[in-house]
Structures are given as C-alpha cells and as structure tokens.
C-alpha cells in the first residue's frame, strides 16, 4: 500500500514515514501542496496524509486539485481545533481529521481504519467468536441468533467495527451516522450507545465509554 505525507515540517514527515515504514507501507512526501500534486500525476497511492496549514498552497486547496487528479481517502492533520475546520474538510470529502499534536500510533490506527472501510470485498464478514457481523448482507448473529437493531444502532456498530481500538468523539460519531447537516446532540449518541450495548447483550462492554470523549469498541480478541 502506498501512502502520501504531504506536511511542509520535515521532522512529522519523517517520524509518520518511519511508522508507515515499519508497518510495510511504502510512503512518498511532499512539503506542500504543490509537489503533492505533482506525486499524484506520477503515481497511484492508496491514501494520502495531509496537512491543513503549508505554504504556496494550503490543504483544503490541495485536497479540491487532488479529488481532480485521484480518487483517494484523505485524512487531514491540523493544529487548528476549531469546529469549522473540521467540518470544511468533511464537506469536501476527508475520511479523518486528527489534530496537532497527535500520537503516532493512533494515526497509525486511523491509516489502518481508513484503509479497511476502503476495501471492497464482496462478503466481508466480522467474526469473534460467535459474534458474527456480515457487512454484505447488514445483519448480526450472536451464538447463532440474529440480533434486531435499527438503522442507526447498524451503523453504529458498524463505524466502531470500522475503528476498532480508536476513541470516537460525540462529534464524529454524529458527522458520521446522522450527518453534518444533523442539529442533535449528545444525548442523541448516548441514547442510541444504551440501545445498542442493551442489544449487544453479553458483548455490551465492547462498546467502552472513553471519559471526557465519547467512545470506542473494543473486543476481547
């Protein structure tokens, strides 16, 4: 797989390419926006890493001319915190967002997860143990017996499958299920997290409240 890091500091580029190097990813960088858009003329990549703030072109610039040029998932880092940038960069297309200054590993966990959601295979299936979720055919097994869930309990499940070992924000998880355009609000997303751990059954603690944040699934395998 190959990923793209286009940041105008040299010292994240090198520290994201050593972790993208030891998980065999083979990586291109770019300082800014335009030998970034120059790479993607030369080359297919797989996802590209990018920052917001560069000089001679920003990221949202580049991402519009990259969209042109590739179809490829993008996940965005910033120093900026505010809301606004967050939701500029969804709207024109982002698959993640993840600020300034960020751990390695997640961001490693973040290229993992946008990686799969990219994949399309034809009968994607996740199994532990006799949990069993088929993407393809959108319905859930436990110990053999199908699990009723709404829509939005669905997609839930699904988006914590999708970022498994990642901790989602409030935020995030109503951007991603309900939309940008949605004027919920938390307790929106906690309702539909009791609903759905109530459903989950002797699986319910895989869904883990992160403190101060939101959540994150994580399986005993």
Known sequence: MKVLVVDDEELIRQVIREYLEASS???????????????LKESRVDLVILDIMMPNMDGYTTLKEMKEIQSVPVIMLS??????????????????YLTKPFSPRELMARVKAVLRRGKKEPEDVYIRRDFVLNFQG?????????VK?????????????????????????????W????????RTIDTHIKMLRNNLGKYRDWIVTVRGMGYKFESEE
């Open 25 to 39: 990813y083979e990586v291109y960088e770019a300082k800014d926006g335009i030998e970034a858009i120059h790479v």
């Open 79 to 96: 120093a900026r915190k505010e809301e606004y940038d967050k939701l500029l960069g969804f709207e024109l297309g982002i698959d993640d």
């Open 138 to 146: 959108h319905s859930l097994k436990i110990a053999g017996e199908e």
């Open 149 to 177: 869930l709404t829509p939005k309990e669905y997609e839930l499940l699904v988006y914590f499958i999708e970022n498994e070992h990642i901790a989602l924000s409030r935020e995030q998880l109503l951007n991603k299920v």
């Open 179 to 186: 939309g940008y355009d949605f004027y919920g609000d938390d």
